[in-house]
């Protein structure tokens, strides 16, 4: 189906990415111990966050196409967004920009707690993605290390919203698959565009096949690891319980799968049409996980 370009310029599909906002809500729900449904100032201020998110990089992703939109008509899938195919002009673009960031900041501002500021945190991740945006995403690794400080900067953000603290574990396992992931798109933007990459983005040509495929593995298992240690602290075993262990093998199998995705199926260059059913197997795996979770969580002894 074909959405209207004032829509579509939004990139809707992406907004799956904010679901890390309500990684905190998941975990402190559960801690909590009673019914999750009577916390509901909490699901409140994640639901802002999180709508916060969506209309603020949304603003982003506009202006991003506004600065690529020469680029984008050199590349066979993102030459039909619509800017850069002409179905929206600029100046309608960058007003529908401001409305977004405009209500992402006024969304946030509504879900402070004294643990800290949703607003400053949705005004920094933009700070960071239009730094991105002009200037960043051209220079070698510094491009995937911003990605994945916007994935960080959603699960702080999250963790502001509910009022309390998040694991050291769960931080820094964000980090390393959002890195994961941002790579797995470089080496997918490098396999759909070949010797044309560099006239798509100017620091593609630095990165390497071999280079990517050595990163994302480390970065896999880095993933995984950080998973597991999260499971098995001490401290998330006080409070949450010995369950979550018995999730890792849902998490090994989802970063295999993409890995396979990736390398062999030339897929990757968008994590969230993947977790959206572009590939049944993963999308799946994510909805036995999320069940898997709750189910010990929630259910769970």
């Known amino acids: 189906m074909t959405l209207p370009p004032l829509i579509a310029t939004l990139r809707p599909h992406q ?5 890390f906002v309500g990684a905190a809500l ?29 209309l603020a990089s949304s603003s982003i992703y506009i202006i991003n196409d506004v600065l690529d939109a020469e680029s984008d008509r ?5 030459c039909k967004r619509p800017i850069a195919s002409g179905t929206l002009s600029v100046s ?15 969304l946030a501002s509504q879900a402070r707690t004294e643990e800290g500021s949703v607003l400053f945190v949705v005004l920094g ?3 960071l993605n239009l730094l991105y945006s002009l200037r960043l995403k051209h220079i070698v690794l510094v491009d995937v290390f911003c990605i994945a400080a916007g994935f960080l900067l959603r699960v702080v953000a999250g963790a502001y919203a509910v009022g309390r603290p998040i694991s050291e574990w769960l931080v820094i396992c964000t980090f390393f698959l959002a890195l994961f992931l941002a790579l797995c798109k ?3 933007e490098l396999e759909l565009l070949g010797d044309d990459s560099s006239g798509h983005r100017r620091n593609l040509q630095e990165y390497s096949i071999g280079f990517l495929n050595q990163t994302t593995a480390i970065l896999a ?19 949450l319980g010995p369950g979550l262990i018995y999730t ?6 989802g970063i295999f799968r993409y890995l396979l995705l990736v390398q062999t199926r030339g897929g990757g260059g968008s994590p969230s049409k993947v977790l959206l059913g572009g590939d049944a197997a993963f999308a799946l795996n994510g909805i036995l996980w999320f069940l898997t979770t709750c189910g010990i969580l929630f259910l769970g002894d």
């Open 15 to 19: 907004w799956v990415k904010n679901v």
């Open 92 to 106: 309608k673009a960058l007003v529908l920009s401001l409305i977004c960031l405009g209500s992402s900041a006024w």
């Open 186 to 188: 470089r080496h997918a």
């Open 125 to 127: 991740y933009a700070l």
């Open 26 to 54: 998941l975990f402190t729900l559960a801690e909590l111990g009673d019914d999750p449904l009577s916390h509901t100032a909490e699901i409140t201020r994640v639901a802002l966050a999180v709508a916060a998110f969506c």
């Open 248 to 253: 890792v093998p849902f998490v090994v199998f």
């Open 221 to 239: 298992a880095c993933s995984v690891l950080t998973y597991a240690m999260y499971a098995m602290d001490a401290g998330t075993v006080k409070r």
């Open 74 to 78: 050199k590349h066979p899938e993102k």
